[in-house]
């Protein structure tokens, strides 16, 4: 949708959206940057607090994922004045505004429209230094891959919306997307990564294919290694899964190769449309080992799951192991 767009000439961007990196990147001074990110989406849960918790959680990873830090957040919301209660907006703007606070952060401003479908969403600002900027296309090859949240949000916000979840599978997804990346960043930022985007609307090989494509190098990813959320196997084999994720998979179909072994389900789940998913890192091979102790540290369940390699920029190939 951007590629219309007339590309920025300021010298002050210092990234806009050409690589189709998380956030863009303005130069104040020398020795001082902001992130910009904005995301908008509709209910993926049923609970609104929740629903507004994890709306600031996905905004605000796409700052963590340059290596910036978080100072500020505005909200915007769309409602249907006329047809639900107005309690329900404030527990959305109420979820986001105490996330916006776990993060260290306030909502210092938004904007509210009437709306027939309730949408909710974040601009989020950070600080970086200009030289410490963190994007999605400094891998290098050889760079191990680190991913920090389990795939299937996707699938699973799905199933919920067909009342197949039970209330530990609700449970347990709302957690998983309501988590902030912050430890993850923090643990990143200590061992100086080459890059790293975080996984949401275009899945695990859409993000993935873009640092890739952005590096100039091709990936290896181990099927077995990715982590996935309990029961989205199964749901995927009886059909459930988000049109996103659907459009994702026939999109990236050219540039994968994939083992002869991998079933059909797990194609779904590698392209399945994420909402706050978690940090995936390109990290010097010998600094790996120190980035997985430190996230352990934090309490991140992080999982090694491929590498950068040299090859044609922005190929995959999925391995069975």
């Known amino acids: 949708m951007l590629g219309g767009l007339p590309i920025p000439i300021d010298p002050n961007v210092l990234v806009g959206f050409g690589t189709s990196d998380d956030s863009a990147v303005y130069k104040l001074t020398d020795e001082l940057a902001l992130a910009l990110t904005i995301d908008i989406f509709t209910p993926v849960v049923d609970d609104p607090y929740w629903f507004g918790a994890i709306a600031a959680a996905n905004a605000l990873s796409d700052v963590y994922a340059m290596g910036a830090k978080p100072i500020a957040m505005l909200s915007f919301a769309g409602f249907p004045r006329d047809t639900l209660p107005w309690d329900i907006?404030?527990?959305?703007?109420?979820?986001?505004?105490?996330?916006?606070?776990?993060?260290?952060?306030?909502?210092?401003?938004?904007?509210t429209v009437d709306d027939a479908e309730p949408k909710c969403g974040y601009a989020a600002i950070g600080t970086v230094h200009p030289s410490h900027i963190v994007t999605n296309s400094g891998g290098q090859a050889g760079d191990?891959?680190?991913l920090t949240k389990p795939l299937g949000s996707g699938v699973l916000s799905t199933a919920l919306k067909?009342?197949?979840?039970?209330?530990?599978?609700?449970?347990?997804?709302?957690?998983?997307?309501?988590?902030?990346?912050?430890?993850?960043?923090e643990a990143m930022l200590e061992v100086g990564p080459h890059a790293c985007?975080?996984?949401?609307?275009?899945g695990f090989l859409g993000h993935l294919r873009e640092m890739a494509l952005g590096s100039g190098l091709g990936a290896v990813v181990r099927a077995g290694s990715i982590p996935v959320?309990?029961?989205?196997?199964?749901?995927?084999?009886?059909?459930?899964?988000?049109?996103?994720?659907?459009?994702?998979?026939?999109?990236?179909?050219?540039?994968?190769?994939?083992?002869?072994?991998?079933?059909?389900?797990?194609?779904?789940i590698l392209a399945d449309a994420q909402t706050s998913g978690g940090l995936l890192i390109a990290v010097a091979e010998d600094r790996c080992p120190e980035l997985l102790r430190n996230l352990e540290a934090r309490s991140v369940d992080a999982r090694v799951v491929g590498k950068l390699v040299a090859g044609t920029p922005g190929a995959i190939t999925v391995e069975a192991d």
């Open 89 to 111: 907006l404030h527990e959305i703007l109420r979820g986001g505004a105490e996330k916006a606070r776990e993060a260290g952060v306030d909502v210092v401003g938004g904007h």
């Open 144 to 146: 191990a891959l680190v």
């Open 162 to 185: 067909q009342g197949l979840l039970s209330e530990q599978q609700i449970a347990e997804v709302t957690t998983v997307m309501a988590t902030l990346n912050r430890a993850a960043a």
């Open 197 to 202: 985007t975080d996984v949401t609307g275009f």
């Open 229 to 268: 959320l309990d029961g989205v196997r199964e749901l995927v084999d009886q059909g459930v899964a988000p049109g996103g994720s659907r459009t994702n998979e026939a999109f990236l179909s050219p540039h994968i190769t994939w083992a002869a072994s991998i079933d059909p389900s797990m194609k779904t």
